[in-house]
């Protein structure tokens, strides 16, 4: 069987694919943990837990720390595939494997990736115990690195704070609520993505590149989306390869009154084969930044077609949750 890498790896592309702006981070720190989670750290002044993904925000400047939560097993899965390789084929540069001041067993790798919202530098942070596999991703605009705004030094102390704590914090309101669901199912959260599949898991009982999928994602800023057409088709790009691919549709559309852009596309992934047929509805959120809708399948699958037409009508039923 393949590793959880392999089982996760399509869904974590769809949370660092999400708009990232970061900024500093302050000297001064206290102890937080992320809800719904047992993963902690010390969080920099100025930050507050995210309502929108699993982490910590700085509203002020955008900037984020998010987390990922996997069974225990997953760490030596991380270990035997080499993460750091896998990080260098999906859309990173300048991966560079690392240690980090902490006193147990962990992966740490450094990276670069250029995004509709600009180039960011990233920090990973893989560590686990008997029940549980963390991940911790800071992102860091490079600009902030180039001109000693933010060190790398401050960002790795922080790093090596994390821990598991005995209980699971309290979890957040939805954001968001779906009235339709079609033939799938709720299967939970992966950092800031939430996923709907056919068996209602997270993952699947054997490694299925093709498999049928719907994730809801926010952005993880709030920073305004001037071009919805541009940031749809950069969005896209990170996962399929357009130019060898078919736009079957797009257009501008208005669900729950955002503005929104909707793209269905058949194209070839760029992690894997088979090619995938795909829809895609990215709305602008009313306080900034946008919510990313998306229903992929594979090309093959004789549901294929049916599965798009439930995709447009599960992203219709998009409703945004009212503020608290």
């Not at 069987?1 to 996760?8: G, N, Q, V």
């Not at 869904?11 to 302050?26: G, H, K, Q, S």
């Not at 057409?229 to 736009?247: N, Q, R, W």
């Given at each position: 069987?393949?590793?959880?890498?392999?089982?996760?790896r399509?869904?974590?592309?769809?949370?660092?694919?999400?708009?990232?702006?970061?900024?500093?981070?302050?000297?001064?720190?206290?102890?937080?943990?992320?809800?719904?989670?047992?993963?902690?750290?010390?969080?920099?002044?100025?930050?507050?837990?995210?309502?929108?993904?699993p982490?910590?925000?700085?509203?002020?400047?955008?900037?984020?720390?998010?987390?990922?939560?996997?069974?225990?097993?997953?760490?030596?899965?991380?270990?035997?595939?080499?993460f750091?390789?896998?990080?260098?084929?999906?859309?990173?540069?300048?991966?560079?494997?690392?240690?980090?001041?902490?006193?147990?067993?962990?992966?740490?790798?450094?990276?670069?990736?250029?995004?509709?919202?600009?180039?960011?530098?990233?920090?990973?942070?893989?560590?686990?115990?008997?029940?549980?596999?963390?991940?911790?991703?800071?992102?860091?605009?490079?600009?902030?690195?180039?001109?000693?705004?933010?060190?790398?030094?401050?960002?790795?102390?922080?790093?090596?704070?994390?821990?598991l704590?005995?209980?699971?914090?309290?979890?957040?309101?939805?954001?968001?609520?779906?009235?339709?669901?079609?033939?799938?199912?709720?299967?939970?959260?992966?950092?800031?993505?939430?996923?709907?599949?056919?068996?209602?898991?997270?993952?699947?009982?054997?490694?299925?590149?093709?498999?049928?999928?719907?994730?809801?994602?926010?952005?993880?800023?709030?920073?305004a989306?001037?071009?919805l057409?541009?940031?749809?088709?950069?969005?896209?790009?990170?996962?399929?390869?357009?130019?060898?691919?078919?736009?079957k549709?797009?257009?501008?559309?208005?669900?729950?009154?955002?503005?929104?852009?909707?793209?269905?596309?058949?194209?070839?992934?760029?992690?894997?084969?088979?090619?995938?047929?795909?829809?895609?509805?990215?709305?602008?959120?009313?306080?900034?930044?946008?919510?990313?809708?998306?229903?992929?399948?594979?090309?093959?699958?004789?549901?294929?077609?049916?599965?798009?037409?439930?995709?447009?009508?599960?992203?219709?039923?998009?409703?945004?949750?009212?503020?608290?």
């Open positions: 069987m393949k590793t959880t890498l392999s089982r996760y399509h869904f974590n592309r769809l949370t660092i694919i999400c708009a990232l702006i970061a900024a500093t981070l302050p000297a001064s720190a206290r102890p937080m943990q992320v809800p719904a989670t047992r993963i902690a750290l010390d969080v920099p002044e100025g930050y507050e837990v995210a309502k929108q993904f982490g910590f925000i700085n509203e002020n400047t955008g900037a984020s720390i998010v987390s990922v939560e996997m069974p225990a097993a997953a760490f030596a899965d991380f270990q035997k595939a080499d750091a390789a896998k990080l260098a084929t999906n859309g990173f540069a300048n991966v560079k494997p690392g240690k980090l001041p902490f006193p147990g067993n962990h992966i740490y790798v450094t990276a670069e990736q250029a995004t509709a919202a600009g180039a960011f530098a990233k920090f990973l942070m893989i560590f686990a115990d008997e029940k549980t596999t963390a991940m911790l991703t800071v992102n860091v605009l490079k600009a902030d690195m180039a001109s000693g705004k933010t060190k790398q030094a401050d960002i790795e102390k922080m790093l090596a704070t994390a821990h704590t005995t209980d699971a914090a309290a979890a957040l309101p939805s954001t968001f609520t779906l009235s339709y669901l079609g033939p799938f199912k709720a299967a939970g959260a992966l950092g800031p993505a939430q996923l709907y599949t056919r068996d209602g898991k997270l993952a699947p009982d054997k490694p299925d590149p093709g498999r049928a999928v719907f994730v809801v994602a926010p952005s993880l800023a709030k920073s989306i001037a071009d057409p541009g940031t749809s088709k950069a969005a896209l790009i990170s996962m399929f390869d357009l130019d060898a691919g078919t736009i549709s797009q257009g501008a559309v208005i669900v729950d009154g955002l503005e929104g852009y909707e793209i269905e596309l058949e194209a070839p992934r760029r992690s894997a084969a088979p090619k995938a047929l795909a829809y895609q509805l990215i709305l602008r959120a009313k306080d900034g930044g946008y919510m990313r809708l998306i229903g992929t399948a594979d090309a093959l699958d004789q549901d294929a077609p049916t599965l798009m037409a439930e995709f447009r009508k599960m992203a219709a039923s998009f409703k945004a949750a009212a503020p608290q």
